[in-house]
């Protein structure tokens, strides 16, 4: 079967700007793909691009075996990062709308809403106002009026902007029962923490270039193993005897201990053996692998310091605009 | 095609459950009811009659007998009436019976009768001096004007065969209405003095010269009906007025509602299930019903009121017909520029520098309506009903005239309308589907173009 969505080579830019530039990714039917990356690093454009709402200067794309989404506009879900409802439409009544233009039958439409605002929390809600609801409730709104048609294609633009960790948690679990009901899954987002929980395959995405695309199994697999949390038992031992270490290249330390980076040869099994022997232990432990951590190694080509790396953490993270739920 | 109607429909009616679409609904009859009603309270004259001194150099010494009875108020009374009756004999038998009815509004709506005092000055007064007499202030009785009957003024000069008349000299800041008073009051006393100078009789010389002024009939073939001068010369402007009218209550709908769409960041949820072209018909054939139902509900309304008057027969239907055509075609056209300039913008204060160019040019024909209906088919208004996108305007007004355009100019018309209808809304679609998502600066023509090139 083809995939959900191909791009070969796309390429966009914006006067002399380039947004997007040699972009290739395809996605399989039924995948959980995280688009992530910093903002303004294209994930938006490449989205809009996907759903033919802006189009690439060079370069091609298919969504579901279609060369432009409009042929496949009924079989899409989207959530655009730019969104909104009709403020004097009744909830009932634009949900009812949004599923009829998507080629939803009338009766149908009328079955499937007040069911679909049960599931998001808001069950009765159909007959008040856009007006009169909060931003939370209109975001659960706009995520229902992305699978009313229960489309093979779900596309999310940055869905967890501006919710509180409650609803982040909600719609996490709402994304994880729309993938379970068969459909294929992109979202982006520049959070990483809110991709690791439920992705099965990552993009990275840095200046509008692909600086990544794995599975997070694999990611793991390649990037767990090389870091090392080491607590001493005696809080102020000397680390030399670790810095000396054959495939140690950095040690930080932090709070009670150490976060130890390893060389990407080393293996880690070895030097967690030598480190015990070296410093009585009161813990030591692979670190959990943390996409921040993925990405800012793949884009400064290090460890992950310096001031470039800092700055790149703090549009990473954005707590301010972005609740996470850890 | 289902999907553009689902969004024309939504869109009628979002607009006719708007409270905004009501008033505005209601804002062309209660504008025509003031015109009608409120406007002629408020020119109605004055509420003091004019109070002032005339002052009157008679040499001939024949003149001013008469002047004291025709300077009189019963005079002023008088022709006052007679004027009215004058004007009524060319109004439709409708309005003349209405009027006739109400004799004593006709008389409150000139306003009160002048009170003119006539001062007699001696035959041979100095003119210089009599006139310094204008500048004087007086507080009791205003010194408003000096008239010096010519020696000639009652019997020619020996070997003339015309009458002199008089000379007037007026004091600063005099009402307008004055000269015709003193123009009327002196006219009828040198002419009666006239008469009677010649050993005339008055009776004789009035029954003269009255002639009625016979009833016109228009000849059609179907039927023979009262000839409707004023009735005919409002048409035009009614016509012209219910094609505005009718799209601007759409096309403002259209701007607001598209405006308000993208500032609510709807647009782009839109866009995911309909594609720009879509959604731009699917808004333009919405309004369109919207613009469409008010049209019929004024046409409707003026059928009613002329059938209650009888005046039915006046109204040529196939005149309908050409409304409902041109009104399509001037809207399409105005509907897409305004759907374009709603696209391009982030709010309302953004779109009103766009707008006043398009709203000037679509009050030209409004302002050249005049000129087109004095001459129908004069090369003005020949090259007005041919210029897009004003021709649809001018051609509306040119045939509810009383002597229509040959029938090839209105074709012509009509594929240039069609023309322009077809080329704006390809311009237009390429700015909205540029100009749906994009936010931040206020564009101006120039991008706008731009936006045009790029699509």
């Known amino acids: ?326 | 095609m289902r999907k553009v109607g689902l969004i024309a429909s939504r869109e009628f009616v979002a607009a006719i459950t708007n409270k905004g679409f009501v008033i505005g609904l209601l804002l062309m009859p209660v504008m025509i009811a003031m015109i009608a009603i409120a406007v002629p309270r408020m020119m109605r004259g004055r509420t003091t009659p004019l109070r002032g001194q005339i002052a009157v150099i008679d040499v001939t010494g024949l003149v001013l007998a008469d002047l004291r009875t025709s300077m009189t108020p019963e005079a002023f009374a008088r022709r006052r009436v007679e004027n009215t009756n004058r004007a009524l004999a060319a109004a439709p038998p409708a309005v003349r019976d209405a009027a006739a009815s109400r004799g004593e509004a006709v008389e409150r709506t000139a306003g009160p009768l002048p009170e003119l005092r006539l001062v007699e000055r001696p035959a041979h007064a100095d003119v210089q001096h009599e006139k310094a007499w204008l500048t004087e202030e007086d507080a009791a009785a205003r010194h408003m004007a000096l008239v010096v009957v010519h020696p000639d003024a009652v019997v020619p000069a020996a070997g003339a065969t015309t009458y002199g008349a008089y000379d007037l000299y007026v004091a600063s800041n005099l009402e307008d209405q004055v000269e015709d008073l003193v123009f009327d009051s002196v006219r009828e006393a040198l002419v009666t003095a006239r008469i009677r100078a010649r050993h005339l009789d008055r009776g004789e010389v009035d029954s003269l010269m009255r002639v009625a002024r016979g009833p016109s009939v228009t000849v059609t073939k179907e039927n023979e009906r009262p000839t409707n001068r004023n009735f005919n010369r409002v048409l035009p402007f009614a016509f012209a007025g219910l094609l505005l009218f009718a799209i601007l209550i759409g096309g403002q709908t259209l701007l607001t509602q598209t405006v308000e769409e993208k500032s609510s960041r709807v647009i782009e949820v839109l866009l995911s299930a309909v594609s720009p072209i879509e959604l731009m018909a699917g808004k333009i054939l919405g309004q369109m019903a919207v613009s469409g139902l008010v049209l019929s509900l004024y046409v409707g309304m003026g059928l009613a009121l002329l059938t209650s008057f009888a005046l039915l027969g006046l109204v040529d239907l196939s005149l309908l017909v050409y409304l409902v055509l041109f009104f399509l075609i001037a809207y399409l056209v105005y509907a897409a520029i305004f759907g374009a300039i709603g696209a391009a913008v982030n709010e309302m204060r953004e779109a009103q520098a766009l707008m006043t160019p398009v709203m000037l040019v679509l009050m030209t024909p409004w302002l050249f309506a005049s000129a087109i209906v004095a001459d129908p088919n004069g090369t003005f208004s020949t090259a007005l009903s041919l210029i897009p996108p004003v021709n649809t305007f001018a051609m509306m007004v040119r045939l509810s005239t009383t002597t229509p355009p040959p029938s090839w100019q209105v074709g012509l018309s009509v594929v240039i309308g069609i023309a322009s209808a077809y080329v704006t809304i390809w311009f237009a679609a390429k700015i909205f589907k540029v100009g749906l998502l994009m936010h931040g600066k206020a564009p101006d023509f120039a991008t706008l173009i731009r936006w045009a090139k790029a699509a």
């Open chain 1, 1 to 326: 079967m083809e995939p959900a969505v191909m791009l070969r080579a796309v390429r966009k830019t914006f006067g002399k700007t380039t947004a997007v530039e040699s972009m290739t990714l395809e996605i399989p039917r039924g995948g959980l793909y995280g688009f992530i990356g910093p903002s303004g690093a294209g994930k938006t454009t490449c989205i809009r691009m996907i759903m033919s709402i802006l189009f690439p200067d060079s370069g091609t794309l298919s969504v579901l075996g279609h060369a432009s989404a409009l042929e496949a506009k009924d079989r899409i879900g989207y959530l655009p990062e730019e969104r909104g409802v009709y403020r004097k439409m009744k909830v009932g009544a634009f949900l009812t709308y949004m599923a009829r233009l998507k080629g939803v039958s009338a009766a149908d439409a009328e079955t499937r809403v007040p069911g679909l605002l049960e599931a998001v929390g808001l069950p009765g809600t159909a007959t008040k106002r856009c007006d009169d609801m909060s931003k939370g409730m209109l975001q659960r709104v706009q995520f229902v009026a992305a699978i009313v048609h229960q489309p093979e294609l779900i596309i999310l633009d940055e869905p967890f902007t501006g919710l509180d960790p409650l609803s982040v948690r909600l719609l996490r679990e709402l994304i994880v029962a729309e993938h379970r009901r068969g459909a294929t899954i992109l979202f982006s987002t520049h959070v990483m923490s809110n991709a690791e929980e439920i992705c099965e395959h990552i993009v990275m995405i840095h200046q509008g270039r692909k600086v990544l695309d794995e599975p997070m199994a694999g990611l793991r697999r390649q990037f767990d193993a090389h870091t090392i949390l080491f607590e001493p038992l005696v809080l102020d031992a000397d680390p030399a005897p670790i810095r000396a270490l054959g495939g140690v290249e950095h040690v930080e330390k932090t709070g009670d201990g150490y976060r130890i980076a390893l060389s990407p040869a080393a293996d880690p099994a070895s030097v967690m053996r030598a480190i015990v022997a070296a410093i009585p232990p009161a813990r030591i432990e692979l670190a959990r692998l943390r996409l921040e951590d993925v990405f800012i190694r793949i884009v400064t080509g290090g460890g992950g310091t310096g001031t470039a790396a800092h700055a790149l953490r703090a549009g990473l993270r954005m707590p301010d605009t972005e609740g996470t739920l850890v």
